[in-house]
């Protein structure tokens, strides 16, 4: 496994307390890094911090990543307690309710809108005001290929996760004379906690998608995620790196 130098980093994870967010964070902390993980999850931040403390220096921070004043409070409090954030990976999202566009409920569009892209919004304006303040940042926002091919049945999901590759990729254009570098990853489906949240023949239809036969490994995830948050990637911004076991057509 190749290992990024991440000494002296402060790095904030956003849904760091479990599935891709706690692979990443453990990833970076492995590379030297200070680690904050934002959740709204109290329970689960308590025990990934317990866990990863033994790697290395970890903070939490329990935040509704929907409410803009939290995030800003989260923002200061990370600061206060690491002086500055390096690198930001935003992992945090739902998968939402399934069902066909024409019987999809609009509570629940506005939820996983909000929840999946707003919040994305939330978080990347105000890390990286501090990252242009410092002329330096690394930032990943979790995707989807559902964001690229759009699935059946997971409208609101998609349209987010398509969100998120647009704000990405403003955002790095908008940036691109500074060194800061902003990036996403669009994985296939990883078996995570966020199956839980789905229908059994909506994850047997995104299996089927996959040539490689298989779900991502969250671990591998992890390693696209560190290479492009690492100081070695100092030119590639504003792009979407593919991680779906060959599904994407583009």
Known sequence: MNQYDFTN?????????????YAVAERLLEGGARVALWDRDEGAL???????????????????LTDR???????????????????????AGIAGANAPVADYAPEEWARVIDVDLNAAFHVNQSVVKTMIARGYGR????????????????????????????????????TAGLDIAVNAVTPAAAR?????QMKQEHIDYMLSKI???????VKEIA???????????????????DLSGGRATY
């Open 9 to 21: 980093r402060a790095a904030v994870v956003t849904g760091g307390a479990q599935g891709i967010g």
């Open 46 to 64: 308590a025990e990934a911090r317990a866990s990863l403390a033994k790697t290395g220096d970890v903070e939490t921070v329990l935040v509704d």
């Open 69 to 91: 004043d939290a995030v800003a409070r989260a923002t200061s409090a990370t600061l206060a307690r690491f002086d500055k954030i390096d690198v930001l990976v935003h992992s």
């Open 139 to 174: 930032i990943v926002n979790i995707a989807s290929i559902a964001g690229k091919e759009g699935n059946p049945n997971a409208s609101a999901y998609s349209a987010a996760k398509a969100g998120v590759i647009a704000l990405t990729k403003s955002l790095g254009k908008e």
């Open 192 to 196: 995570t906690k966020i199956f839980e």
């Open 211 to 217: 040539p490689r036969g298989r779900f991502v490994e």
């Open 223 to 241: 390693s696209m995620v560190a290479w492009l948050v690492s100081s070695e990637n100092s030119f590639t911004t504003g792009a979407v790196f």
